[in-house]
C-alpha cells in the first residue's frame, strides 16, 4: 500500500524546458494539493483539486498548470521553467474539507533544480 | 500581514530540556490549528490538532492556543534526539480547504 507517492524525486532541467511532476494516491481521496517549500517561505500553496476535473489557484500558482482526469493522479507541469521554479515540491491529499480527523497527508516531494 | 507567522529558529537545545514552539496568527476567526513535523527529506507528517481554544496533550506534546493574543504553542517535554526535525504550525483557511503554513522551525536536540 504506497499512499501517495511522487516521481521523479530529484530533477534537474534547463530554463525555458517544460517539466511535469507527477502525484498519485491510492486512498481515492477527493482533495488533492501542490505545494513548494522554500527558505523563508514555508510551504506555499500552488494549486489544489476538489475532485476530478475541479481545480483552484492556490497562493503562488503563475508558471504551472495542472489537470485532474482521474481522481488519484493530479500532476504539475512547469510549463517554462525559470531558476525561481528552483524548489522542493510536496503533493497532498485529503479525504474531505478540513476537520478533526481529517489528515492531510504529505508525498515526499521532488526537488527540482533549474540551471 | 501574513496569515501566520513562525520564528524560522534554528533551535538547539539538549536532550530532556522542555521546547516552546510558536506561532501568531493574523484572523481571529481561525479555529483549526495543526502542528506538523517534518524530518530532513521527507514530507509533512500531522504531530497535533486543536480546534477552537485550550490545550490538547499526546504524550510528550502539547498544544495550546490562546485566541485572545492570537498565538499558538507547541510545547514538547523531555526532549529527545529523535525530536530533532523541522516543526511547522498550519491554519485552516479558505472555508476549509486550505491549510496555510508557517514558515518551520527547526529544532535540533543535542546529546
Known amino acids: 500500500d504506497a499512499g501517495i507517492t511522487q516521481s521523479p524525486r530529484y530533477k534537474i532541467t534547463e530554463t525555458g524546458r517544460q517539466v511535469t511532476l507527477m502525484c498519485h494516491q491510492t486512498?481515492?481521496?477527493?482533495?488533492m494539493f501542490w505545494y513548494r517549500q522554500d527558505l523563508g517561505h514555508g510551504l506555499r500553496l500552488i494549486y489544489y483539486?476538489?475532485?476530478?476535473?475541479?481545480?483552484d489557484k492556490g497562493e503562488v500558482p503563475d508558471g504551472y498548470v495542472v489537470s485532474r482526469s482521474k481522481t488519484e493522479n493530479f500532476p504539475l507541469t512547469l510549463e517554462s521553467a525559470t531558476r525561481s521554479q528552483t524548489s522542493v515540491y510536496f503533493c497532498?491529499?485529503?479525504?474531505?474539507?478540513?476537520?478533526?480527523?481529517?489528515?492531510?497527508?504529505f508525498g515526499p516531494g521532488t526537488r527540482l533544480t533549474v540551471t | 500581514q501574513k496569515e501566520v507567522e513562525q520564528d524560522p529558529g534554528p533551535l538547539s537545545v539538549p536532550e530532556g530540556a522542555i521546547v516552546s514552539l510558536n506561532c501568531t496568527y493574523s484572523?481571529?476567526?481561525?479555529?483549526?490549528f495543526m502542528w506538523y513535523r517534518q524530518y530532513s527529506r521527507k514530507g509533512p507528517e500531522l504531530l497535533m490538532y486543536?480546534?477552537?481554544?485550550g490545550n490538547k496533550e499526546d504524550g510528550r506534546f502539547t498544544a495550546q492556543v490562546d485566541k485572545s493574543s492570537k498565538y499558538i504553542s507547541l510545547f514538547i517535554r523531555d526532549s529527545q534526539p529523535s525530536d530533532s526535525a523541522t516543526y511547522l504550525c498550519?491554519?485552516?483557511?479558505?472555508?476549509?480547504?486550505?491549510?496555510?503554513f508557517g514558515t518551520g522551525t527547526q529544532l535540533k536536540v543535542e546529546l
Open positions: 486512498w481515492s481521496h477527493s482533495y
Open positions: 497532498a491529499s485529503r479525504r474531505g474539507l478540513a476537520s478533526p480527523g481529517n489528515e492531510q497527508y
Open positions: 484572523n481571529s476567526a481561525f479555529q483549526y
Open positions: 498550519a491554519i485552516l483557511t479558505g472555508g476549509g480547504n486550505k491549510l496555510t
Open positions: 486543536t480546534y477552537s481554544s
Open positions: 483539486s476538489a475532485a476530478a476535473d475541479i481545480t
